[in-house]
Structures are given as structure tokens and as C-alpha cells.
């Protein structure tokens, strides 16, 4: 159970505060309810660069990382497809230094072009390290256009290409900023050893003044139920054959989501998996492979990816990828076999949920889906399920023409 | 009205607590470590065996290490799985150049069932041919892949160029794929697990019976001998480019043979390191980042051996400024040595180190780490204290004397790859 306080400024900033007696360490979580998703078709990757521009000064303070280095703190960010995410870590009672910095750069940026153009050569440097200069590093380049037909989700979050990132100007970067990051737009979490009312006077003193902005209402083009299996093989200079299926699946705060974690769990977490037992274990095919939900928050997809072994055709892969799916479709699976799935989903979840920084991203993520509780009941909702409700989720999703499946050949 | 431009006050840390763990003797040299201050359900139990690396082909070790938990007599790896997977635990395996680290993820209301299937697995360990084939294949394709990278290629060559001369300096070639079976790797099992368990250490609020059994347990396999990690580490500075075609990025490694904790410029050093490319407001981050462009990162570091360590920048940049890159490395490590850092910046050091390490020594998980890394080379907790002091007093001239002697380029082993 993770205890939490919440209130909200009259500004709209959404603020969550968990006390942490134990630690001597300090945590500010600030998540923006912006990501590539929300980025224009022709200039993408921008949520990203944005989030480099970030650290580049903000209106009344020249330098982001020294002050906070001086206050004994350090800090970070990630950008997905759904949300941007800051966060700082410090000594407790230096907290202040981290709410001032983290307060003038939601007021305002420096905005200088010297920090534009920096940060535009570090992030193309960051794509080609990523994505183009490692084995299979284009996987989602290429994968994303194939699965998504209308929803942003068809880029991945470095961006469609580098030009675009190349051809950002400071008009979009101000544009950018004006339109997402608002008091109202943002979700605040704080974690320590502090006090609530200490936490709720510093907090009002450094963000309550920044003027509240109405955000438009965000309207995705969604993307239409899909209705053909789609099928695309590409040739790269790799090691090993590689296979990549998508199944659409429930965004993450739709009805399902869970259901159909588990079921990626049935089919390929872990090596006692069916996909891992029958293809690498038992029939040798296969070098690797794993089933798992990407966790976006609109439609989503369950992956199945793997690498072949050696002298393996892929279509032989294909096939008994899709015997072990057909099985799931036929029976269902057995309680022991789902409650082995519930066990390790809590494990992970005690794990994943250690020291102050980890609860303060997940109780931010939590109240953006609506409700930063929620993070205490998901046990509960993997308890609940059924395997009766996996097999109606295996049924509804696991065909060819809510699949979309991408072959790497090596050459 | 709010002031904006003037920082809130900063308070120094006063206090860092460290808290060792309890400490139980397995066997003549095999010792449990205890940190039972765990607020939650976690349970995570390592288990360190005498098998790294060091101690045959990398392969052999590589492979007995992947293979440690993957069937018995009695148990297929399915079966094995199976078992785990049912109680929620996970378990994970690591192999590195001194020792090998077996670890059980688990709860507090699983762990006692998962300590003996673990267990069981690794004293029986059969190394079935089926296992051995298709873990090779595994390894082998995970080899090539790595290949294809030039942070791989880089390292490579870094590697046997700084190393090459020791033990630590072998390197996995193709071949050893076709000349390892699995009677090596029985052998080896039976040199380095089944009398190579150097320590175990356990983070969870368990009962004690838990770990009464788990000693009773552990103390068949208990080591009964430290193997030697003594070679003749020196640095003959070189500098070396392995060209790869298609590569749109240069991996940069550059470095020399150092020393570790036990050495008394170390903790300087360690502040030194810090300054030059040890963290985001680092010189090398400042200059070839945030003022170039020129990567998406950059950083230095000390790697640490039992008997030595080594020195190294490590970096991928843009494969057209690969060279302006490289000068500007040089450029900074001369400047260390030649300007005497400004008292704003070695202040800025200051803070951000100790809270560094108060950062790193939350929580029991942390705590535990603490531990182990300085009682790897014979020391105890008050070394932290002597870091601490150092952070706070060392000197600007200090910094400059140990630039002058660590760091010149004229003794630097140079790498490029791509």
C-alpha cells in the first residue's frame, strides 16, 4: 500500500505528495500529459527534442543541472509516445532548490538558439546511436508505420526521420511550449521524509504565481479497427533472422488491458511460456523469444518477437507461432497456470515499486489515468482475472486480421 | 513578489548512516551477509560463487554460468521453470571476470520455498547435451549480434590492447564456439560451484529459521580457497582504428591500467574523475555535448579489479568528428593539468558527490551494495568516512598534482572503431 496526499493549486497543477520516513533522499515528479502522440505528422520527434531543450535554461535561471548539482541533487527525463517525465533527486532538505528550478522552467524557458542548436546535433547523434548504428536499431521505424495506419503511434518518439529533427525551428519549440506545458497539463509528486503542510506551503509558494493556461482538449485521429492481416519482410545486414507480430489490444486504462497482459504472460514471458517451451525448448527453432504489451495508453499492441536459429526459415516459425496460438484459443488455460502468472506480475510489482523515485512516477501515472490511487488496487485486478476471460481475450484478439507481422532476413 | 533569479538556501548533508549487515559464517572462508531492515515484501538473495571469468576459456565460464540452472537428473529446465515461475520468483545469473552471481527474486512469503529449488539446481546441474547445444546457439548469436556494434568493437580492442597480457584481457573469438563440449563445463561446475561458494548475501525481512536453513544449506559448496587475481598489469599507450564499414557513429575508448580502492590516491582520484567526466555537468559532457554536439554522450570512469583497475572515457560520436572529438578529450585532460580548477566548480563537485553518495547508500538494496564494495578489498564501512572527508577537503592544487600523474596523454591507450 502506498499512501499518498493530493491537492490540486488554483492553477490546476495536480499535486501528489508521498511521506517516506526513511529515506534521507527526496524526489520531484513532474509528468506532462504530452507525447509523440500529440506531435504534428510532419515535424515528429519533437516531444523528445523538446524535453533536451528542457535543460537548457529556463526565464530566470541560466543553468538547470549546476544549482541542482550545488543542492546535492541530480536529475533526469524520458519522453514515450504518451508522456514526458522529469524527475530530480536530492537531499530532503534541499527540496526548495528542486521546486524552484522545476517551477521557472514550467513558467517559462530560456529559449536561446544556442540551446537549439546543441541539443538538435546531441538528439540526431542520439538517433543514429540508437537506431541506426546498432544491429536491429530500426526495428520500430519500421514496425510502427506497419501497424499504425492513422494514430500517431505509427512513429516512434525519436521521430519519423532526421530531417525533421533537423528542420525544427525556435517558432515550433515556443509553439510547443505554450500550448503543453501548463499547471494544468502537469502532475507534481513529491516523496521524503517531509511534512504535508511544509510540502503544501513550498510548493504553493513556487508554482501557485505561474499563470494557469487552458489546455486544448487533446483529439487523436484513433485508429480504425484493422481488418487485414498486413505482412511485411525487410532485408538487413544482421546476424539472425528476426520476427516481429503486433495484436491490437486495449489502450491502458481501457476495459481488458489487464486481461490481455496476462495473456501476453501465458504466451511468452519467461521460459516456461508455452511460445518458449514449445519453439526454443522443445523444437529448437528459435534462439529467442518473448510475448509482452507495449502499455500505451490509446490502442496498444501484444508483441511477439524473437530470433530464429540458425538454418531456421522464419515460415516455419510462423507456423508453429501460430499452432500455440490456435491452442490458446481452444481451451482454456488451467488455474495453476494463471495463478503462476499473478504471482510473478506481484513480485515484479514489489520490485519495481522500490525506493521513492520509482512510487513517485508510478503515483503520477496513476493520476493521469485518472486516479494516482489505482496504483494500490492493480493487485487486486490481476487477482480477478479469470481464465476463462483469457481465453475470450485470446479469441477476440489473437487473428490474422488484427495482426500486423514484419520479418528481418539477414543478408 | 517572488524573486526568482536568487536560489533557495542549501544545507549541507550532515550525516550519512551506514548500517553493515549481519554477518554469518557459512564456512572457513564463505560468509553470509544480512540486511534484514527491508520495509516491504521484497526478498533478493545472491549468491557468489569463486567462477568468474578469470578461471578458463571466457566461454567455459560464460556457459556453465548460463547453464547452472538448467535441469538435473531429476529436473528438466522446464520442470525447473516451471517451479519458479509458480511461486512468482525470478532468478538471474551473472558471470563477470572475478565471480559468478547467481540471484533469487522473491517475497518474504515465497522465499523459503524458493531457496531449495534453486539450490538443488545448482548442486545437480547436469549440463544435458540438449541444453548445452541450444545455449550455445543462443550465446553464439548474442556474440554476433554484439559484433555488429562498434561500442563492441571498441571495447575489443581496448580491451586486449590494456589487458591483453592477462588473464582479464581474454576475449571470446568465434572459434571457442566450435571448441567447447560439455564435459568442460562439468568440470568446471564441479572446480568452481560445487566448491566455490564464496558468500551469500541475503536482503529481506525473513525469519531467522530461513537463513539457519540456508546456511545448513550452502555450507557443502562453501569454498575452501581464494584463487589468485595477480598479474602483471601495466599500460603500453597505443593507439589503434578498427574500420567498420557502414557505421554512421566512431565508438571512442581511451584509458590505462590505474589501481582500486586500496590505492591511497584513489578516493582523490575518484573526485578527479568526477570533474573530468564522471557525471552530466562533467567537463567531457560540458565541451563534447552540451557545447559540440558532437554525442549523445559522454563519460570517464575507474574499473576495478581485485589487485588493479584501469582508468577510461568511453563515448560513440558522430563518425565525421571522430577526430575533433578525440582532441578535444586531449585537450581537457591537459587542462586539468595545466589551469587549477576554479573553486566554484570543485564546490559544485563537492555537493553533488555527497549527495551521490547519500543517494546511493538509501535503502537496504543500496546499503547492501555499499557493503560489498569496499569489503572486496579487505576494508570496512569507515572507509566511506575517510571518502566523505576527502570530498570536503581536497584541494584545487591537489586535483592539478593528480592530473599531472594520472592523466597524460602521452600514456593513454587510444581506440577508435567504426
Known amino acids: ?411 | 513578489m517572488l524573486d526568482r533569479t536568487k536560489a533557495p538556501a542549501i544545507n549541507p548533508v550532515e550525516l550519512i548512516h551506514f548500517v553493515a549487515p549481519e554477518r554469518i559464517e557459512v564456512g572457513s572462508i564463505t560468509e553470509l551477509l544480512w540486511v534484514k531492515e527491508v520495509d516491504d515484501e521484497a526478498v533478493k538473495i545472491d549468491f557468489i560463487f569463486n567462477a568468474g571469468k578469470l578461471r578458463d576459456k571466457k566461454i567455459v565460464a560464460e556457459l556453465t554460468g548460463e547453464l547452472l540452472l538448467s535441469g538435473t537428473p531429476e529436473m528438466t529446465s522446464t520442470e525447473f521453470n516451471e517451479a519458479i515461475d509458480a511461486l512468482g520468483g525470478f532468478v538471474n545469473i551473472e558471470v563477470g571476470s572475478e565471480d559468478a552471481t547467481v540471484s533469487i527474486y522473491g517475497l518474504t512469503t515465497t522465499i523459503a520455498e524458493l531457496i531449495p529449488i534453486v539450490m538443488d539446481a545448482i548442486i545437480n546441474a547436469d549440463f544435458s547435451q540438449k541444453e548445452f547445444d541450444q545455449q550455445l546457439q543462443t550465446l553464439k548469436q548474442g556474440f554476433l549480434i554484439a559484433q555488429e556494434k562498434v561500442s563492441t568493437i571498441a571495447r575489443r580492442a581496448f580491451v586486449e590492447k590494456l589487458l591483453g597480457n592477462t588473464d582479464y584481457g581474454r576475449l571470446t573469438q568465434l572459434e571457442d564456439f566450435s571448441s567447447v563440449d560439455r564435459t568442460i563445463l562439468v568440470d568446471f561446475h564441479a572446480a568452481y560451484y560445487l566448491k566455490g561458494l564464496m558468500k551469500i548475501c541475503v536482503v529481506g525481512n525473513i525469519e531467522p529459521a530461513i537463513i539457519e536453513e540456508l546456511v545448513q544449506r550452502a555450507k557443502y559448496l562453501s569454498a575452501e580457497e581464494e584463487h589468485s587475481f595477480d598479474y602483471p598489469f601495466e599500460t603500453k599507450p597505443a593507439c589503434v582504428y578498427v574500420k567498420k564499414d557502414g557505421a554512421v557513429q566512431t565508438a571512442i575508448r581511451v584509458g590505462r591500467i590505474l589501481f582500486n580502492r586500496k590505492h591511497e590516491d584513489y578516493i582523490a582520484f575518484s573526485v578527479l574523475n568526477t570533474i573530468f567526466g564522471g557525471y552530466f555537468g562533467s567537463r567531457l559532457m560540458s565541451n563534447i555535448r552540451e557545447d559540440k554536439g558532437y554525442t549523445y554522450g559522454i563519460g570517464s570512469g575507474v574499473a576495478q579489479f581485485r589487485e588493479s583497475g584501469y582508468f577510461f572515457i568511453s563515448t560513440e560520436v558522430g563518425k565525421d568528428v571522430a577526430d575533433a572529438a578525440l582532441a578535444e578529450i586531449k585537450k581537457e585532460m591537459e587542462r586539468l593539468a595545466t589551469e587549477v580548477i576554479h573553486v566554484e566548480e570543485l564546490e559544485r563537485v563537492r555537493s553533488y558527490s555527497i549527495g551521490k553518495l547519500l543517494k546511493g547508500s538509501d535503502g537496504p538494496f543500496a546499503m547492501m551494495d555499499r557493503y560489498l564494495a569496499v569489503e572486496r578489498f579487505g576494508m570496512d564501512l569507515s572507509h566511506y568516512d575517510e571518502v566523505i572527508q576527502t570530498i570536503r577537503t581536497i584541494t584545487p592544487e591537489r586535483l592539478q598534482e593528480l592530473a599531472k600523474k594520472y592523466l597524460v596523454w602521452e600514456d593513454m591507450i587510444v581506440v577508435k572503431a567504426g
Open chain 1, 1 to 411: 500500500m502506498i499512501h499518498f496526499e493530493k491537492f490540486t493549486l488554483a492553477n490546476g497543477l495536480r499535486v501528489l505528495f508521498h511521506r517516506d520516513p526513511t529515506t534521507p533522499m527526496a524526489v520531484v515528479n513532474t509528468l506532462y500529459d504530452v507525447g509523440a502522440r500529440d506531435e504534428d505528422p510532419n515535424r515528429t520527434g519533437f516531444a523528445h527534442l523538446f524535453e533536451h531543450l528542457m535543460f537548457g535554461g529556463s526565464v530566470n535561471i541560466p543553468d538547470f543541472d549546476g544549482p541542482l548539482q550545488r543542492a546535492g541533487g541530480e536529475s533526469n527525463a524520458f519522453t514515450s509516445n504518451d508522456i514526458t517525465n522529469y524527475y530530480d533527486s536530492l537531499p530532503a532538505h534541499n527540496l526548495e532548490t528542486a521546486l524552484w528550478l522545476e517551477s521557472d522552467r514550467m513558467l517559462s524557458l530560456a529559449f536561446t538558439s544556442q540551446s537549439l542548436e546543441v541539443q538538435r546535433s546531441v538528439v540526431i547523434e542520439e538517433f543514429k546511436q540508437r537506431y541506426l548504428n546498432q544491429p536491429y536499431g530500426d526495428v520500430w521505424l519500421e514496425f510502427r508505420p506497419l501497424a499504425y495506419k492513422e494514430h500517431p503511434y505509427q512513429w516512434a518518439t525519436i521521430g519519423k526521420n532526421i530531417q525533421h529533427i533537423e528542420e525544427a525551428t525556435m517558432e515550433d519549440v515556443k509553439a510547443f511550449f505554450k500550448r503543453f506545458y501548463t499547471p494544468s497539463n502537469a502532475i507534481l509528486c513529491i516523496a521524503g521524509n517531509l511534512e504535508l503542510d511544509y510540502v503544501k506551503s513550498a510548493v504553493e509558494k513556487w508554482f501557485g504565481e505561474i499563470p494557469s493556461v487552458q489546455v486544448p482538449k487533446r483529439s487523436l485521429v484513433q485508429e480504425p479497427v484493422q481488418q487485414e492481416y498486413r505482412i511485411k519482410t525487410i532485408e538487413r545486414k544482421v546476424p539472425s533472422d528476426a520476427f516481429y507480430y503486433g495484436f491490437k489490444m486495449p489502450g491502458r486504462t481501457e476495459e481488458g488491458y489487464y486481461t490481455t497482459d496476462l495473456l501476453s504472460d501465458v504466451m511468452g514471458r519467461g521460459q516456461s511460456s508455452r511460445l518458449c517451451v514449445r519453439l526454443k525448448k522443445e523444437l529448437d527453432l528459435v534462439a529467442e523469444i518473448n510475448a509482452y504489451v507495449m502499455g500505451s495508453h490509446d490502442t496498444g499492441l501484444l508483441m511477439i518477437s524473437g530470433k530464429a536459429n540458425e538454418g531456421v526459415e522464419l515460415e516455419q516459425i510462423d507456423i508453429e507461432i501460430w499452432r500455440v496460438i490456435e491452442e490458446l484459443k481452444v481451451a482454456e488455460i488451467s488455474s495453476a497456470e494463471n495463478q503462476k502468472n499473478v504471482n510473478k506480475v506481484r513480485t515484479t510489482k514489489v520490485f519495481s515499486e522500490q525506493g521513492i523515485l520509482n512510487k513517485a512516477m508510478a503515483l503520477c501515472l496513476h493520476e493521469l489515468f485518472g486516479d494516482a490511487n489505482g496504483i494500490n488496487l492493480e493487485s487486486e485486478l490481476y487477482d480477478q482475472i479469470t481464465p476463462k476471460e483469457i481465453w475470450e481475450k485470446a479469441n477476440g484478439i489473437l487473428h490474422e486480421k488484427n495482426c500486423s507481422r514484419m520479418f528481418i532476413k539477414a543478408v
